[in-house]
Structure formats: structure tokens, C-alpha cells
């Protein structure tokens, strides 16, 4: 029995022995195999997915922008690549259950000349995840989805996957998992892994402490090695600044957080403490609040702000840096003697004595046939007076070696008569690029203008014009609505503040890119101009730099409008804008408008704000010009609902006004100069029912004294001369009035009917009538015999417009009714004139305009589309039309002699605007 027992026994202990091994195996657990072992210290880029499902759930959120970015052709393939993982995860799922939860690192590193790749690398929790990867693609051969092979590379198996659309190369190293479509990148990670690597280095596992578990992927930037991937997209020209862009820092590492259309990036920057990187500057330094946007044109479409705690300190380790780099050092020192020998002053101790710390370099509009023009430097100063006793020395010792005066280097850019700016000739064009370095060398110095408490240095004459009429029209970015909301989502202090709108400055690629890379983003270029603007901050952060990114995505692509001019108001504008007389200068007009804080402002043709006045309310109706004192002066006349205003040029109150009604106002003043010899009389409606009458100086006229009215009246009174019968007519909702000059019932009326509140309207519809409409849109004419008929031109809604005019020349009126998004004409038999629809609803009362030749046109404004239309009485849209802006607009000429029209408008942004219609 032993005989048998023995040999039974010792099988037994060899299966269990086998058993235990292979179960032991299959399930022995990895242990500090860190995928960031395997990424070669090469790397310039590293992408961490903190967990795959999460990852792949928010690039199929559906949101405008993703949306947008999947129809994208140079993206197909990464796309392609996540539907693809998607598919395969709800087909198998050991691979779901094995990957889905994984942090997932992808390594991008560059192929050949122009190519790049990557390398991705995840942690296996055991071998049996290991079996169950390459199960699964030998399933895939199995079933006729690919062919497997595997080779032996420095003891490692390197499997090669060939599929019907392409192939890829993985293995598994120390509990590592490698992917690559790269044979060499697999090879190269199973090297890494066994060799000093990302990990081993203090100041990486620094920056990965930093790290927040919460977003949805990480960046990781190794600034020493960017640049070989940067190189790839830019100019020849550009590479070499672009290779210098290393010593900016180490490694940066950045927490990316998306939501919706936006993304948030944000993380730290890490340098040695010498000197040997650009951000080592700036460790002595304290975030700042940021004001230069005060200062920089709402047209800025790039800027870099260096804003500083002490700028003297900032010079004293700008040099250190610059020793280290060498000739850099020693040709900045050559300059700067230069111009001490010349200036008799050092330019930084000049710097340090006038500036107040904050610097920024911007660009304004790129144009597309030069985009090297419209570059700024600006420097904000302590006092303007200071800087120029200190400047305007240097500026004339310069001169005289160029045998001039220094008032042969000034010209005067005149705003208006009594606003002018002097601009000089600036001999040192280098002058940013000296301060700040080769970032700031963008911009050439050729011209100075001080501004408030501002140096503004521009590369041509005609630019720093055009900024100067900028910041004196306040169209700052501290103004614009759009910049406004996007800063808030910045952080509160920085040093450094760089900020692009990539809508504005999309031209800057056809300088900066190679050809090839600038045609896939021209190819593209409606979907980069709805990516708004980028954000990036820099601030000092115990002993690293805290970066603060922010992107917008706007799914709503608006294209910059082509303005004469732009003059930003306190808030959006709330009354029609008018164009009216300069009794001073009768060449040329002035705009009056008010804003929804009750400011009324008198604008120039420059777009200059003369003046703003704040009023109590709103102005109800036209503001109007009367000559009270018959001299040719000209004032304003207005009212809001407590108050009848009579206003002169210098925004001053003339005479008894303002007057104070005897009960609220209903509607807007009406202006009567019976016999043209400026015995004007003002009329109001009031809440009471009752219309009062005002002599010109504002008292109430004592032979006026109508019967109140059986309801409110509303619209403007009208005033109307008929066959040598003057007429003044108005009407409540049932009723219509026409009264004589004291306010008796000259025609009385029998055709009664529910207004729609539109205006009435004198009309030739064989003779001469009033006409409005009732609710249901049929038109009512009123005879001045007392006889009344309709007109029936179809059913409209009560909420419709409706204008009288002779649109086609014909001495006959003719009717515009706007409802819903539809514009209508018709003759003033129901003949149908003409009929437009529009991509919104018309939100305000078409108003006509009449042109040279007795061209009419209608204009129409789509206040939730913020556009404006101009159609002509076809129904075509006139040329270039639509236009940005949201409110009532006025058509004329701002200068006599003109070859153009100007139409003024508000915009939703708080903007106001000045096109040129041709």
C-alpha cells in the first residue's frame, strides 16, 4: 500500500504546488508601477486622464462645443478614436471593467520632421489584467478583426495588432500597460521604466503633489523639450524665439476643469532658484490687481501686462537672467549705454523714477494685408507731469543730434476745438524689447503721446491716432460688456496677464504659422473665430508660479463691426439716437442720446463725449432743437414724465425750465411753430386725461383749454396744416381727437374703434387723411369732413406696427405693417407693395429714411438677434446690411460734403456706433 501511497501523494503536492502558482500568478497584485515610470524624460507634453469613463462621458456631453469640434476634419481622427474605445468597452466587458476607472497618461512626443505621436500608459492592478489586455485583442483575431503578433524586445513581448484601419503596438512591462501606433515609442517606455525616470526627479514629484483629483485631465508642459513641438506650426523666423521660449521655465503642470463652452486650467509653474529661467525674474514680485484694461482699446485683440510691485527690482533679476544667457546681456548693455550717451539719462533709472509698475505691450485690429501694424506699448505713470519734465529733455537731446528742435518731432492730433494731444517722435524703437525682453521687442516705439496718466508707444502715427480717439471715446476694455464678463472668471492679482482674442487677432497666423498649418486653420477659421479669447495669469506662489487659465468657447460666431466710430456709453442705450445741429459748427452734426441710467449725452462727429448730464427718468419721445432767443443759438427740448426740459448746448438748464408737470406725462412733447417765426407752443399729455399746452418759455398757454380726453393718451401729439386749417390730432384707445389751435374739437369724429397705439399719420389716399390702425391691423382713415372709411390689408396680431409713407414715389401714401418676424407694404388700396421675413422678431416701430433722388428705404430693428436692417422698398436687404446694434437708429450726414451717410446706434455691449452707409 505505501508502495503506491507514496508516489499518490508527492503528484498531489506538485498539482497543488502548480495550482497555487498559477492562481497566485494570475492574481499577484502590481505594486509601485506608476505609469509615469514609463514616459520618456524626453516628453514635452503628457496628458493625464484621471478616469477614463469620465474622460470619455464629457467628450459626448452634446455641447455646442464638442459639437462643433466633431465636425472638425483635422479631428476626425481623435474622434474617431473615442467612439471606437467606446464601442469596443460595450462590446467587451472584461476590457470595460479593466479600463474604464483607469487613469490613463498619453505622452506626445514628435515623428519624424513634421509628425507627432503618442505613447499611452496605464497601471494594471494584476496579472490578471494583464491576461485579460491581450485576451482581448487575440479575441480580435479570433473573430476575424485583425491579425496578433508578438517579438521579443530586451526581454519584454511586444505585441503588434494589425486591424482593418490600422494598427498599433502594446506591451506590458513591471505592471505597466504600453500603447502606441509607434513601435519605437513601446521600446522606448519599456527602457524608461527600468532607468531614472519622470519619478526619480524631485522637482516633477513636487509639481505632481499639486495635482487635483477633481478635474478632468491634467497637462503636464516640460518647457526644456516644447519647443520641438511648437517648432512644428511656426515660421522659420519664429523657431529661434520659439527655442529661447525653454528658458521660460522647468515644468508646468496645469488641472484642466471643462464645463459647458469653458475651460478652466489651472496649476503651478516650477524653476530652480537661479536664475537660469525667465520666471525667476519674477519670484520676488507680488500679484497685482489688474486696471491696464483702463487703458487698452476695447479693439485689442492681444495683449502681455507685466504688472509689477516694484519695477526696480524686476531689472535688478532681469539682469541676472540675462548674464546667464549670455550675448543677450551684453548686446541690451550695449543699447542702453547708447542712449544714456545720447538721452543724458539711463532709461531703466528713468523707468524706475516716472513708472508706477504696470507695463503691457498690445496689438489692435490685425489686418490681414499687414498684420505687423497697430502694435502698442504702454506704461502707466505716477504723474504725466513728472514724466514729462523728465522725458521731454531726452526726447529734444535726441533732436539735436539729428539736427531738429523737439517741436520739429511733435504733431498735434486735434480731437476737437479745444482738445488737441501731442505725439513725438520716439528715437529709441527697441525701447519695450529693452525693458521686458524679446516678447515685448514685437512692438517698435516710434511714436510717444501722453495720455492721462499713461506713456503710449505705437510703431506708426496713424495707429496711436486712431488708439488715442479710442480711449477719449472710453471704448476701453474696462467698458466692453463681452471682456468684462469674461475677466471676472481671472483671478483677482497676477504679475503677469496675457490674453488673446482669437476672433480679432486671426490674422496674426498667417505671420506666425508655416503654410501648411496656417491653411488647416484658414480652412477652419469659422469654428477658431468662435473660440472667444484665451486668458493666462502668472503669480508668485511660495517659492513655484500659480498659472490661472481661462478659455471661452462662443458657439455664436460675431464678426467685428466695421465702424467710422465707437463710443462707449454707461449702459445700453434706451431712446433713438439723433443727429442734430451745431449752432458753432454748422458743417458739422452732434448726436444726443440717452443711456438706460438716465445719462443723456451731446457726442461729437468725432465720437467725442462732450458732455453727459444725468437725468431723473427716461426721456419720453424726440428730443428736439428750438432757437428760444431767436439768435441761432440752438437748445435741446424733452421730457420725461415729471418734467418738461429745455437744455442748451453746454448741457446747462436755460430760463425757468425744467417745468414740472401737474400730473405725470403720458407721452412725448410735441413742438408747434404755427407761422415759422419761433413762437413755439409744447404739448403734453398727462395721466389726469387732460393735454396741456406750454408757451416757449414754458408757461402754460391760457387760450389752450381742450376737454380732457375719455381715455390716456399715449403717442405723441401731432400738429398738421391742411389746406391752410391747422390741425392737432391724437387718440386715446377708443377715440380720435383733432382739435383747432385752443384746443376745441375742430372735426368731430364718429369712427371709433380700439387703437393699436400706433402713431397717426397724415396721409394722401385720394385726399388728405389720418390714418392708424385698429387691433386686428385694418386701417382706419379719417377724413378732415368728418367722413371715415378702412382699408383691409389682411389679419395681424395687436401686438403689430404700423407707418405711413409714400414709398414708391407715386403722391400717394402707402401703408408698412411689421408683425411677428414679417415686414409688409402695401398701397393704400390693400395692393401688396412688398413682403420680407426675418430670421427674429422686429421688436421696434420701422422707421423710414429717405435717401438722395426720394430714395426711401425701412428700417427695421431685430433687438434679440442684436442686428439692424435697412430694406429698400422691393423688399430687398440694402447693401452691406445687417448691421450690429439693438435700437432705433438715425440715418445722415455727420459733415456736409460727405460722400457717405452715417446711421448712429446702440449695441447690447453698451457700445454705440457710427457706420458709414454708402
Known amino acids: 500500500m505505501r508502495k503506491f501511497l507514496l508516489p499518490l501523494l508527492v503528484v498531489l503536492i506538485v498539482a497543488l504546488g502548480l495550482t497555487w502558482y498559477f492562481m497566485a500568478r494570475e492574481t499577484t497584485s502590481y505594486s509601485e508601477n506608476s505609469a509615469f515610470q514609463s514616459i520618456p524624460v524626453r516628453t514635452p507634453l503628457v496628458v493625464e486622464v484621471p478616469e477614463l469613463k469620465s474622460f470619455l462621458r464629457e467628450c459626448k456631453s452634446g455641447n455646442p462645443m464638442t459639437e462643433e469640434l466633431r465636425g472638425a476634419e483635422f479631428l ?98 513591471k505592471g505597466i500597460f504600453l500603447l502606441s501606433r509607434n513601435a519605437i515609442f513601446v521600446e522606448e517606455g519599456i527602457r524608461q521604466i527600468s532607468s531614472e525616470n519622470l519619478l526619480t526627479q524631485d522637482q516633477f ?83 497685482q490687481r489688474f486696471h491696464m484694461d483702463e487703458a487698452l482699446s476695447s479693439n485689442t485683440s492681444l495683449f502681455i501686462n507685466f504688472n509689477l510691485d516694484s519695477y526696480s527690482r524686476f531689472e535688478e533679476d532681469y539682469v541676472e537672467f540675462l548674464k546667464k544667457q549670455g550675448s543677450d546681456f551684453y548686446n541690451r548693455e550695449t543699447s542702453l549705454i547708447n542712449f544714456e550717451k545720447t538721452g543724458k539719462k539711463s532709461l531703466t533709472a528713468l523707468f524706475g523714477e516716472v513708472s508706477d ?61 479745444d482738445v488737441a494731444y501731442s505725439i513725438y517722435e520716439f528715437p529709441v524703437k527697441e525701447l519695450a524689447g529693452l525693458l521686458f525682453g524679446k516678447v515685448f521687442s514685437a512692438v517698435d516705439c516710434n511714436y510717444l503721446c501722453f495720455y492721462d496718466n499713461y506713456l503710449i508707444f505705437a510703431n506708426n502715427e496713424a495707429a496711436l491716432k486712431s488708439y488715442i480717439h479710442d480711449l477719449v471715446l472710453s471704448s476701453t476694455l474696462a467698458k466692453d460688456v463681452n471682456f468684462r464678463k469674461f475677466h471676472q472668471q481671472m483671478a483677482s492679482r497676477s504679475s503677469v496677464y496675457c490674453y488673446i482674442n482669437f476672433s480679432k487677432a486671426f490674422n496674426l497666423g ?47 460666431m460675431k464678426e467685428e463691426p466695421q465702424t467710422v466710430w465707437q463710443s462707449k456709453l454707461d449702459t445700453t442705450v434706451s431712446i433713438k439716437p439723433q443727429i442734430v445741429t451745431n449752432h458753432n459748427d454748422r458743417m458739422n452734426k452732434e448726436v444726443i442720446v440717452q443711456d438706460n441710467k438716465n445719462n443723456l449725452y451731446l457726442i461729437n462727429k468725432e465720437g467725442v463725449r462732450l458732455w453727459k448730464i444725468k437725468l431723473s427718468e427716461k426721456i419720453l419721445g424726440d428730443v428736439y432743437q428750438v432757437d428760444l432767443y431767436r439768435n441761432g443759438k440752438l437748445q435741446y427740448l424733452f421730457n420725461t414724465k415729471d418734467k418738461l426740459y429745455l437744455i442748451d448746448r453746454n448741457g446747462n438748464h436755460v430760463g425757468k425750465f425744467p417745468v414740472a ?43 389752450w383749454k381742450p376737454e380732457k380726453t375719455d381715455g390716456t393718451v399715449t403717442d405723441q401729439l401731432q400738429h398738421f396744416r391742411v389746406d391752410g386749417k391747422d390741425y392737432i390730432v391724437c387718440a386715446d384707445r377708443y377715440k380720435t381727437y383733432i382739435f383747432d389751435r385752443q384746443g376745441s374739437i375742430r372735426v368731430k369724429t364718429t369712427d371709433n374703434f380700439e387703437h393699436s397705439g400706433n402713431n ?72 401688396d407693395i412688398m413682403d420680407r421675413e426675418f430670421p427674429s422678431p422686429i421688436t421696434n416701430r420701422p422707421n423710414i429714411y429717405t435717401f438722395s433722388g426720394n430714395n426711401k428705404k425701412v428700417g427695421v430693428v431685430c433687438k434679440g438677434e442684436n442686428r439692424v436692417y435697412l430694406v429698400n422698398s422691393d423688399g430687398k436687404l440694402y447693401n452691406g446690411f445687417p448691421l450690429q446694434g439693438n435700437t432705433d437708429f438715425s440715418i445722415g450726414y455727420m459733415t456736409r460734403g460727405n460722400p457717405y451717410f452715417n446711421l448712429l446706434v446702440g449695441n447690447e455691449d453698451n457700445s454705440f456706433f457710427n457706420y458709414k452707409v454708402d
Open 661 to 703: 408737470f401737474r400730473a405725470p406725462a403720458t407721452n412725448g412733447v410735441a413742438v408747434c411753430d404755427y407761422d415759422n417765426n419761433k413762437d413755439y407752443r409744447y404739448f403734453v399729455a398727462c395721466e389726469n386725461k387732460q393735454i396741456y399746452g406750454y408757451d416757449r418759455n414754458g408757461s402754460l398757454v391760457e387760450g
Open 76 to 173: 476626425k481622427g481623435f474622434w474617431k478614436d473615442i467612439d471606437d474605445i467606446e464601442n469596443l468597452m460595450s462590446e467587451d466587458e472584461t476590457l470595460r471593467q479593466t479600463i474604464q476607472s483607469k487613469s490613463v497618461l498619453i505622452a506626445f512626443n514628435p515623428e519624424g520632421k513634421t509628425g507627432v505621436e503618442a505613447l499611452f500608459a496605464f497601471s494594471l492592478k494584476n496579472r490578471a489584467e494583464r491576461e485579460g489586455m491581450i485576451s482581448f485583442f487575440k479575441q480580435r483575431q479570433q473573430a476575424g478583426s485583425g491579425k496578433l503578433n508578438k517579438r521579443d524586445y530586451d526581454g519584454q513581448e511586444i505585441y503588434h495588432f494589425q486591424g482593418p484601419n490600422g494598427g498599433c503596438y502594446f506591451a506590458e512591462s
Open 760 to 831: 397717426l399719420y397724415l396721409v394722401k389716399a385720394g385726399q388728405f387723411a389720418l390714418a392708424t390702425t385698429d387691433v386686428k391691423g385694418i386701417v382706419h382713415l379719417q377724413y378732415f369732413n368728418g367722413e371715415s372709411k378702412t382699408v383691409d390689408l389682411g389679419k395681424f396680431s395687436s401686438n403689430h406696427f404700423f407707418v405711413a409713407e409714400d414709398l414708391n414715389n407715386d403722391g400717394q401714401s402707402d401703408f408698412v405693417i411689421a408683425d411677428g418676424k414679417e415686414l409688409y407694404a402695401f398701397s393704400d388700396r390693400g395692393k
Open 205 to 287: 514629484k513636487q509639481l505632481y503633489s499639486t495635482v487635483s483629483s477633481s478635474s478632468t485631465f491634467n497637462l503636464f508642459v516640460n518647457q526644456k523639450k516644447i519647443s520641438v513641438l511648437l517648432e512644428r506650426v511656426v515660421t522659420p523666423e519664429l523657431r529661434k524665439f520659439i527655442r529661447e521660449f525653454a528658458n521660460f521655465s522647468d515644468w508646468n503642470e496645469l488641472d484642466v476643469t471643462a464645463k459647458g463652452n469653458e475651460f478652466w486650467l489651472n496649476g503651478f509653474s516650477f524653476t530652480a532658484d537661479t536664475y537660469d529661467n525667465f520666471l525667476s525674474v519674477l519670484r520676488k514680485q507680488e500679484g
Open 510 to 556: 498667417a505671420l506666425y504659422m508655416n503654410e501648411e498649418s496656417f491653411a488647416t486653420v484658414k480652412e477652419y477659421e469659422q469654428l477658431f473665430r468662435k473660440f472667444y479669447a484665451l486668458g493666462w495669469q502668472i503669480a508668485p506662489n511660495s517659492g513655484a508660479f500659480l498659472n490661472n487659465l481661462y478659455l471661452r468657447f462662443d458657439p455664436v
Open 357 to 417: 509698475n504696470d507695463f503691457a505691450m498690445a496689438f489692435g485690429p490685425v489686418l490681414q494685408n499687414d498684420p505687423t501694424q497697430n502694435r502698442f506699448f504702454i506704461a502707466k505713470v505716477k504723474s504725466q507731469s513728472a514724466a514729462k519734465e523728465l522725458i521731454l529733455p531726452i526726447l529734444e537731446n535726441f533732436a539735436k543730434v539729428n539736427k531738429k528742435t523737439l517741436a520739429e518731432t511733435e504733431s498735434k492730433y486735434q480731437l476737437q476745438k
